[in-house]
């Protein structure tokens, strides 16, 4: 049964009424882990982190960005996805820490793209080219970079081995530092740039979790 089922038959039928919740009604996309719909949170231009309250689905002020050090890409997450045991045991297997779980949140994403987006609370159909093995504390806490499908500049990228090593700089940057604000006392690491084989692998795992996060949910709307 595929993760979009938990939104068949009620889901889809209230979608034409209400606003779909971004997390559980947007499609992950027939072609994942390959090429996935993303739903974009942040834009570089942002200077506030916007993020998505779980249970509405609506977006809300996370906190202001750090001075001047806003997101360098699109930035958002992968729908119909969860950081639970099997991201977390993959983390743990490829980093040889102890300990390590899921963080509990959507699988996070980055989107290259040489268009000016000027805002966020959109979908984005993209291709994964690789990834940040980010561990926040005890949790894993992935960053999937991809390319917006179609880019001129950064669309026939197949692999973060394409990019220039600036761009990587940048986003490990970033999420090093983008919690470094008083009172947020974060520890924070990035042991690994991951290629896109690896990637894909995440993805899937992150659907694993969903699919048994939500199980409970599926059913009850399934035997409605």
């Known amino acids: 049964m595929s993760a979009n089922s938990l939104m068949d038959p009620i889901g889809r039928l209230m979608g034409l009424r209400y606003k779909s919740h971004p997390w559980h009604g947007i499609d992950i996309g027939e ?92 979908i984005a159909e993209v291709i994964p080219i690789g990834g940040l093995r980010m561990i926040d504390g005890t949790a894993a806490d992935d960053k999937i970079i991809s390319v917006l499908k179609g880019d001129v500049v950064y669309g026939d990228f197949s692999d973060i081995s394409n990019l220039p090593e600036l761009v990587i700089r940048r986003l490990k940057h970033y999420f090093l530092t983008y919690k470094d604000m008083p009172g947020m006392n974060r520890e924070s690491e990035i042991t690994h740039v991951y290629n896109a084989e690896e990637a894909r692998e995440v993805i899937r795992l992150s659907i694993k979790d969903y699919e048994a996060r939500f199980e409970d949910l599926r059913n009850a709307l399934s035997n409605y």
């Open 31 to 122: 072609k994942a882990p390959d090429i996935v719909n993303c739903f974009i949170e942040v834009v570089p231009t942002d200077t506030i982190k916007y993020e998505i309250d779980k249970v509405s689905g609506y977006l809300r002020i996370d906190r202001p960005q750090k001075y001047s050090n806003v997101v360098p890409t699109l930035y958002g997450f992968i729908p119909q996805t969860y950081c639970g045991n099997h991201v977390g045991t993959f983390c743990a297997e490829k980093t040889g820490k102890k300990n390590i779980k899921g963080d509990g949140d959507p699988l996070d994403i980055c989107v290259l793209t040489e268009k000016d987006i000027t805002h966020g609370d959109i």
